[in-house]
T-cell receptor
Framework: AQRVTQPEKLLSVFKGAPVELKCNYS??????LFWYVQYSRQRLQLLLR??SRESIKGFTADLNKGETSFHLKKPFAQEEDSAMYYC?????????FGEGTQLTVNP | GAGVSQTPSNKVTEKGKYVELRCDPI?????LYWYRQSLGQGPEFLIY????????DSGLPNDRFFAVRPEGSVSTLKIQRTERGDSAVYLC????????????FGSGTRLTVV
């Protein structure tokens, strides 16, 4: 069965510092992974997906099949990045989410 | 509509009562999903509809939970004999055909069983 692990429930950084939100997965197949974000008082929304290999709001994530990881990175964090971040893996049409990491960017 | 609409936004019910949660997906989206999010956890899959039929209901925790989508648009999640452990945020999402890249989530219904 697939599983997504986000080892950090809370992560706090200062504005302008680099940030990395960790995500590890287990899946017996070729994974398709996503990062979702939930800003305060807003609904869950897609941030990026690995197959697009895109950068959204300065965030990137690279799939590392050897380490079964899909860490989310941003070189210079902004206060508006403070939010809950969920890593997710899709199998069929169902998403399996990690428990989430609450990122706080301090001024 | 412009987005996925869920009603009510909050529901408080007594243990043992029956509740219905409604989801109105984006017009034209054939795929509809229900997830449940308990405090401090990520969303957990409950059921997936493609059109009117439940394509995957393997996430429903037990037979107290049931969902319908009779006309391929609005869906209702029904919970019988509610228990305190059912307290959670119930999320609905829809997508044009299926696949997580196109998911749009609703803002959820917060269910509290007292």
């Amino acid at each position: 069965a697939q599983r997504v692990t986000q080892p950090e429930k809370l992560l706090s950084v200062f504005k302008g510092a680099p940030v990395e939100l960790k995500c590890n997965y287990s899946y017996s197949g070729s994974p398709e992974l996503f990062w979702y974000v939930q800003y305060s008082r807003q609904r869950l929304q897609l941030l990026l997906r690995h197959i697009s290999r895109e950068s959204i709001k300065g965030f990137t994530a690279d799939l590392n099949k050897g380490e079964t990881s899909f860490h989310l990175k941003k070189p210079f964090a902004q206060e508006e990045d403070s939010a809950m971040y969920y890593c997710a893996l899709i199998s069929g049409s169902r998403l399996t989410f990690g428990e989430g990491t609450q990122l706080t960017v301090n001024p | 509509g412009a987005g996925v609409s869920q009603t009510p936004s909050n529901k408080v019910t007594e243990k043992g009562k029956y509740v219905e949660l409604r989801c109105d997906p984006i017009s034209g989206h054939t795929a509809l999903y229900w997830y449940r999010q308990s405090l401090g956890q990520g969303p957990e899959f409950l059921i997936y509809f493609q059109g009117t039929g439940a394509a995957d209901d393997s996430g429903l925790p037990n037979d107290r939970f049931f969902a319908v989508r009779p006309e391929g648009s609005v869906s209702t999640l029904k919970i019988q004999r509610t228990e305190r452990g059912d307290s959670a945020v119930y999320l609905c999402a829809s997508s044009l055909t299926g696949g997580a890249g196109g998911y749009t989530f609703g803002s959820g219904t917060r269910l509290t069983v007292v």
